[in-house]
C-alpha cells in the first residue's frame, strides 16, 4: 500500500472521529438514537458518537421554558363571551419522555390548556372569572402538571395574562366603577362635613365650658377679694378702737397715779359741760356737786347766752 493512500484514509478516519465528536453545553442533554432506536441520554460533557450506527435525536433544554399561548375564546356560565390569553411557565424533567411522549409538546400543551380553561371558566360567571384570577391559576397548574407529567413535563406556574370582556361589558363595568367612585366620594364628602360640623360643636361646646369656668373662677377670686378686705377692715376697726380703749385706759391709769383734788375733778367736769352745750341738746343736767364751786357763777354766764340750751339744777 502506497504512502497516499494510508495518508487519505488516515485523514478520513480523523474526519470521522472529530466530526462525531459531541459537547453538550450546561443545562442541555442530548438525546441518542443508536440504529434508529432509543439509546441513551448524554447529559453535560464531551461525547463520541459512532459514525453512521448514532445520532442526536433531540436536543433538550432543561431549563424553564415560558410558552404565551394567544387569546382564546371562552364562555362564562352567564353566556358572555370573552378572550383569555394564559402564560405556561414550565420544566422538561425527563427528556427521553418529552421526545418520545407526545409529538410537539409545546402544541399540545396549547390544546390542552385551551380546553381546560374552557372547562373551568365555564362554571363561572362573568364577575367570579374577574375577580377569581388566583382560583383559576391554581386549578389550571394542577390540571395542566397531572396531564403533562407523562410527556416528561412539569407546570410549575401558570398566569391569566389577559382578561377581555366585550365592549359592551367593558362600557357598562366602566360607567359601573364611575358610579361606585363617586357614589363614595359623597360618602366621604358627607362623611368629612358631619366631622367638620361634629367638630365645631365640641370646639364650641368646650368654649362655652371655659368661658363658664373662667367667670367662676373670677367670681370666686372677687369674692376671696371682698372677703379678705372685709376682714382686713373689720381688723383695722378693732385694732383702731382697741388702741383707743388701751388709750382710755391709759389715761385713766395716768390720772388715778396722779390722784386729783376735787376741785381738778369739778373744773373738768365743767371742761365737759362747755363741750356738751355746743352740741344739739336742749337741756343740761348739772350735778349739785359741782355747782357749790368758786367762779361757777362765771362759767355759767358764758354758757347760758341767748343761743345755749338752758341749764336746770
Known amino acids: 500500500?502506497?504512502?497516499?493512500?494510508?495518508?487519505?484514509?488516515?485523514?478520513?478516519?480523523?474526519?470521522?472521529?472529530?466530526?462525531?465528536?459531541?459537547?453538550?453545553?450546561?443545562?442541555?442533554?442530548?438525546?441518542?438514537?443508536?440504529?434508529?432506536?432509543?439509546?441513551?441520554?448524554?447529559?453535560?460533557?464531551?461525547?463520541f458518537a459512532l459514525p453512521v450506527l448514532d445520532r442526536v435525536s433531540k436536543k433538550v433544554n432543561l431549563k424553564e421554558l415560558v410558552a404565551d399561548f394567544p387569546p382564546q375564546p371562552v364562555i362564562t356560565k352567564d353566556n358572555v363571551t370573552m378572550q383569555i390569553d394564559t402564560v405556561i411557565y414550565l420544566q422538561i424533567t425527563d427528556p427521553k419522555l418529552y421526545v418520545y411522549g407526545v409529538d410537539n409538546p409545546i402544541r399540545a400543551i396549547e390544546n390542552l390548556t385551551a380546553t381546560t380553561l374552557r372547562n373551568i371558566i365555564g362554571d363561572l360567571e362573568l364577575?367570579?372569572?374577574?375577580?377569581?384570577?388566583?382560583?383559576?391559576?391554581?386549578?389550571?397548574?394542577i390540571i395542566l402538571d397531572e396531564a403533562t407529567d407523562p410527556w416528561g413535563i412539569k407546570i410549575n406556574r401558570v398566569e391569566l395574562k389577559?382578561?377581555?370582556?366585550?365592549?359592551?361589558?367593558?362600557?357598562?363595568?366602566?360607567?359601573?366603577?364611575?358610579?361606585?367612585?363617586?357614589?363614595?366620594?359623597?360618602?366621604?364628602?358627607?362623611?368629612?362635613?358631619?366631622?367638620?360640623?361634629?367638630?365645631?360643636?365640641?370646639?364650641?361646646?368646650?368654649?362655652?365650658?371655659?368661658?363658664a369656668e373662667a367667670s367662676k373662677a373670677s367670681a370666686i377670686l372677687q369674692a376671696e377679694a371682698a372677703k379678705e378686705s372685709t376682714i382686713k377692715r373689720a381688723e383695722g376697726e378693732a385694732e383702731a378702737i382697741m388702741k383707743v380703749q388701751q388709750a382710755t385706759a391709759e389715761s385713766i391709769k395716768l390720772l388715778n397715779e396722779a390722784a386729783p383734788?376735787?376741785?381738778?375733778?369739778?373744773?373738768?367736769?365743767?371742761?365737759?359741760?362747755?363741750?356738751?352745750?355746743?352740741?344739739?341738746?336742749?337741756?343740761?343736767?348739772?350735778?349739785?356737786?359741782?355747782?357749790?364751786?368758786?367762779?361757777?357763777?362765771?362759767?355759767?354766764?358764758?354758757?347760758?347766752l341767748d343761743d345755749k340750751p338752758q341749764l336746770t339744777k
Open 162 to 211: 389577559n382578561i377581555m370582556p366585550p365592549k359592551e361589558i367593558q362600557d357598562s363595568m366602566e360607567k359601573q366603577m364611575k358610579a361606585e367612585r363617586e357614589r363614595r366620594e359623597r360618602i366621604l364628602q358627607a362623611e368629612g362635613e358631619k366631622r367638620s360640623a361634629i367638630l365645631v360643636a365640641e370646639g364650641e361646646k368646650e368654649s362655652t365650658i371655659l368661658r
Open 1 to 47: 500500500m502506497g504512502f497516499i493512500p494510508v495518508l487519505v484514509l488516515a485523514i478520513i478516519i480523523l474526519v470521522l472521529v472529530v466530526s462525531n465528536l459531541k459537547v453538550v453545553p450546561q443545562a442541555y442533554v442530548y438525546v441518542i438514537e443508536r440504529l434508529g432506536a432509543y439509546y441513551t441520554t448524554w447529559g453535560t460533557g464531551l461525547h
Open 261 to 304: 383734788q376735787k376741785g381738778v375733778i369739778a373744773i373738768k367736769s365743767l371742761e365737759a359741760f362747755q363741750k356738751a352745750a355746743d352740741g344739739q341738746a336742749t337741756k343740761i343736767i348739772i350735778p349739785s356737786e359741782i355747782q357749790s364751786l368758786a367762779g361757777l357763777a362765771t362759767a355759767f354766764k358764758e354758757l347760758t
Open 127 to 141: 364577575d367570579q372569572t374577574l375577580t377569581s384570577r388566583d382560583i383559576i391559576n391554581s386549578k389550571m397548574r
